[in-house]
């Protein structure tokens, strides 16, 4: 079988499809987001040729905020944005085979944003995919060009595609020259092309931005000068957006200016630019990110920072908290701060960017992962107070609901470097509007809207059947992405351990990194503490005690070695070399066994994918077969580096059913692999 596909640069992401028909579409209003729709339904419709379709803005109370009511007739919602939602949801029904029953669809969360860590000279903080979208660099980076706005424009329809309704346009180490009048009218630019696909303008902001930008002598929060600054500031920025979302801070924060600089609390910080932000309907979104050299535990000290001011933060200011008490780890439990403020705003923060999981080299779909986090329980409400749940309104009456991701979005022409990125900026999306959807369901959509042959290919004479296509491309393909997260766990950090990376960079191995001088906590034997005895950080009651951050059952089942999950084990526990594991085998053995499994499931997905080529243009099969190389060989120093390091302080064997080493501990120490 041989089918002509086009070669894809990956530029339409997953809105590749044409239409197949024509469609009639009775709607008696006119807007710009209503043309869109319209217009989207013109030149995807996938549908009966010739049908009918309404479009119909009437609030219904089974429908919520931007949420729509569909069947294979009509689209009704309360807002026209719904209408736009609606229509995508409509068209991805069509293309990926579902059928359209009477159904009603709510948003979890009712504000869906992804943080650009952008600067403003271009580039990106832990972006792996060129520069930025929104800024070119020094000189020029506040100019707009028509070529500017058409790229905003084709990623506001792919973030309004998938549900997202918010962006911050700049990294949250921010410069305070964001708030200048020259930068605002650009962020005026990017926002008039963002808002009619529904999407809102956040900025980050950086605190000490009175005294720095405004030239006042101080940025205390309770100054009546630095007040006034703030509110003028937020005046200026909605006489130019008037739908402007409000401010992320990440304040007090390695090395970020934040109220604690003036013997303020974070509340005292926070409160006072809600209270700026409050007339205009702007929100605070005030990061949780905290840790200093003076905690013994990292892990511990977001909770220990925020839980005193519980309650004390003004009702538009939302705590944005990430997923787990560290770093954006490949596994980590979820943060005890979840369920626990219960009188605060509280959004969860994931990283969409791979930071640490392979960057955009690897293959890693992270919707299990977030799955993982988001059906957590927390216990803070009995049994069923789940992330999602003590998030999304479900069990706490928060004034707003949100949840944050920090994109992997650049200037590359596949927006995301690897085309299996994509995937994660796509379920990012799908999450946040259902929290309760299934990895299983997002990447088979994603897969059958990215990879499908599309309608003119497949009408060729060597036609695909879409049984063929499902059993040779779809099945094998999507077993992987669903396998490929813990794939990266186990060849990268297995049984609770975590920053065990090389140098600032965190793409390589690096448990022996730690410079003379460095903070402890930012040297990798911190988390681990291999010695002779053992391995693992003693998080239990004898140790930090972070244990006791959580809720009764789990501070006692994380305490207790015989019921801590294995894949938490050494995040929690200090224990011997010769533990024995659930399986019989010394941890020593089994982390061996983890290490080599998952350089083997990579080697698997090289086989899988090489097998797929038949059914992939080859630009892109190309791409994803020499990443995945990359991935093979990084996984390789990985396993090479963990066991070869460990094994000093262990004294065992490697279990010789296990294959050898193959690089040398020394040049594993010496490699740089920010040059990757
Ligand atoms: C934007 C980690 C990253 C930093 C990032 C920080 C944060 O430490 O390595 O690059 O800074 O998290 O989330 O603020």
Known sequence: ??????????????????????????????????????????????????????????????????????????????????????????????????????????????????????????????????????????????????????????????????????????????????????????????????????????????????????????????????????????????????????FLVKANSEGQPGPQDFGRTHADGANMMADALKPFGGIVMWRAFVYSQKEKDRAMQAYSEFMPLDGKFRNNVIIQVKNGPVDFQPREPFSPLFGAMKKTSVMPELQITQEYLGQSIHMVFLATMWEEFLQSDTYQEGIGSTVARCTDGSIFQQKYTAIAGVANIGLDTNWCGHPFAQANWYAFGRLTWNDRLKSEQIADEWLKLTFKPTAQENKTETTVLPIEWNHNFLIPVKQMMLESREAAVNYMMPLGLHHIFAGNNHYGPGPWYAPKGLRPDWTPPYYHQADTNGIGFDRTQTGSNAVSQYREPLNSKFNDVKTCPEIYLLWFHHLPWNYQMKRGRSLWAEMCYHYENGLK?????????????????????????NKLRKQCINAQEWKDGCLLYFQQFSGLPIPYDIERPVNDLNDLENRNFSKE
Request: include cysteine; aromatic fraction near 8%.
């Open 1 to 246: 079988m041989a089918l002509s596909l086009h070669a894809e640069n990956g530029h339409n992401l997953w809105l590749r499809s044409k239409s197949t028909g024509s469609v009639k579409i009775i709607c008696s209003k006119s807007s710009v987001t209503l043309n869109i729709a319209k217009q989207e339904l013109k030149n995807s419709w996938q549908g009966k040729s010739g049908a009918t379709i309404e479009l119909l803005v009437k609030s219904d109370p089974l429908i919520k905020g931007d949420g729509f009511k569909i069947n294979s007739g009509k689209i009704q919602a309360n807002t026209e944005l719904g209408i736009l939602y609606g229509v995508y949801e409509l068209l991805r029904h069509q293309q990926t085979g579902q059928s359209i029953n009477n159904e009603v669809s709510n948003p979890s969360y009712e504000r869906r944003i992804l943080d650009h860590w952008d600067n403003l000279n271009g580039t990106i903080e832990r972006g792996y995919a060129g520069l930025s979208i929104f800024w070119h660099n020094e000189k020029d980076s506040f100019t707009v060009t028509e070529k500017d706005k058409i790229l905003w424009q084709e990623y506001a329809r792919a973030n309004a595609s998938i549900g997202i309704n918010g962006a911050v346009l700049n990294n949250v180490n921010a410069s305070p020259q964001m708030l200048s009048s020259e930068c605002l009218k650009k962020v005026k630019a990017i926002a008039d092309v963002l808002r009619p696909f529904g999407i809102r303008t956040y900025l980050s902001v950086n605190f000490a931005s009175p005294a720095v930008l405004g030239g006042l002598k101080t940025s205390d929060p309770l100054d009546v000068e630095v007040i006034k600054w703030w509110e003028t500031k937020v005046k200026e920025i909605y006489s130019l957006i008037p739908d402007f979302g409000g």
């Open 601 to 625: 499931q990579v080697r698997e997905f090289q086989k899988v994918w090489d097998k797929v080529q038949p059914y992939v243009d080859p630009e892109r099969f190309n791409l994803v077969q």
